[in-house]
């Protein structure tokens, strides 16, 4: 099945900051998501993105499909930014596959 | 209002016992799926349904059944539990058995095995 790594692993900012998260994926794909998982443990959908660009206020999110590559973008964070951001990828019969997710804390 | 709903949201229970977790959505999907994820925060997909037929089946001891007595429905009811079997579970809904569908996740169930 495909693979999907995340980088960075772990992500310490100050409240203000801008960040980047990558995901990489071994394969093409019909399906990429961005999760963001909160403190309380909630999945929620950021961006579902198999290609181009998409903006949602202060984060937007791109994927190169061609370079099997996708990037999230938050700017100006906010405390209630921190949690784990996952991206899922998805080919051929397969369920959609994780990575392992960032772990972002976003400092007062 | 709640799309994909999961029903207990806790679950605290011995070794050796049966246990069910329910899952609705309103969505008007016609795809569901069980995701389990460990204490390493890993994401894993365990089973997935179609209008009421099994189309994913990953490596997942016996022990776990999946039943949907409808496509809005998908229940996991797990037998003989063990200790590795403390997790969250996530239920999670789509449109469409083609890949391209958005997935929408409950809010999990955490299974906590004494």
């Known amino acids: 099945g495909i693979q999907v790594e995340q980088s960075p692993p772990d992500l310490i900012l100050q409240e203000g900051a801008n960040s980047t998260l990558r995901c990489n994926f071994s394969d093409s794909v019909n399906n990429l998501q961005w999760f963001h998982q909160n403190p309380w443990g909630q999945l929620i959908n950021l961006f579902y993105?198999?290609?181009g660009t998409k903006q949602n206020g202060r984060l937007s999110a791109t994927t190169v499909a061609t370079e099997r590559y996708s990037l999230l973008y938050i700017s100006s964070s906010q405390t209630t930014d921190s949690g784990v951001y996952f991206c899922a990828a998805r080919r051929g019969a397969d369920g959609l596959t994780f990575g392992k997710g960032t772990h972002l804390i976003i400092q007062p | 209002d709640t799309a994909v709903s999961q029903t207990p949201k806790y679950l605290v229970t011995q070794m050796g016992n049966d246990k069910s977790i329910k899952c609705e959505q309103n969505l008007g999907h016609d795809t569901m799926y069980w995701y389990k994820q460990d204490s390493k925060k890993f994401l894993k997909i365990m089973f997935s349904?179609?209008?009421?037929?099994?189309?994913i089946n990953e490596t997942v001891p016996n022990r776990f059944s999946p039943k949907s007595p409808d496509k809005a429905h998908l229940n996991l009811h797990i037998n003989s539990l063990e200790l590795g079997d403390s997790a969250v579970y996530f239920c999670a809904s789509s449109q469409g058995r083609g890949n391209t569908g958005e997935l929408f996740f409950g809010e999990g169930s955490r299974l906590t095995v004494l």
């Open positions: 993105i198999p290609s």
């Open positions: 349904y179609n209008n009421k037929e099994l189309i």
